[in-house]
């Protein structure tokens, strides 16, 4: 079993519709969430961060965490087309054991 | 805000080469990693250091090795290239190990 699992997509909204981002872990002790956002060619770019249980707000940006389902999420409020990148979640489970999902790859239609 | 520099952006080499791949931070960061990225298998850890001198094996250490004699540098080597090498190379930073990591640009290796 993969530590951090995501959908591969392609996931496609229509601009201005909430973009919904999914992200299963399998280790319970895990400690901090990341979400990066990866355009094509680009290296990953760091969106949002998350250590607590709940919602956490940035912008159109939310993040998601329930550590009881060992889920987190990204929803991408408004989506423009200049949000259409891969986005990768990435879990800590320890020090310097930062996990990276295959990522998600968004696409906004116009 | 955090620059993580890479020494080349697109790189060719032939099967046997010795190969150095650079990267710099300049923002005083203790932690540095190399990754790389291949479609469909995401991003896997090759090495990183969380110091001068210091360097711990992530998943796919077979093949590189490491090297990081000042803090802000830190340099992958591929020691006799293969073409099961070709990829993206991804070098990041991080303040410690809790924090956030910044990546480089990357560097597109193709061996042939």
Partial sequence: ?110 | DVKVTQSSRYLVKRTGEKVFLECVQDMDHENMFWYRQDPGLGLRLIYFSYDVKMKEKGDIPEGYSVSREKKERFSLILESASTNQTSMYLCASSANSYNEQFFGPGTRLTVL
């Fill in chain 1, 1 to 110: 079993q993969k530590e951090v699992e995501q959908n591969s997509g392609p996931l496609s909204v229509p601009e201005g519709a909430i973009a919904s981002l999914n992200c299963t872990y399998s280790d319970r002790g895990s400690q901090s969430f990341f979400w990066y956002r990866q355009y094509s060619g680009k290296s990953p770019e760091l969106i949002m961060f998350i250590y607590s249980n709940g919602d956490k707000e940035d912008g159109r940006f939310t993040a998601q965490l329930n550590k009881a389902s060992q889920y987190v999420s990204l929803l991408i409020r408004d989506s423009q087309p200049s949000d259409s990148a891969t986005y990768l979640c990435a879990v800590r489970a320890g020090a310097n054991n930062l996990f990276f999902g295959t990522g998600t790859r968004l696409t906004v239609i116009p």
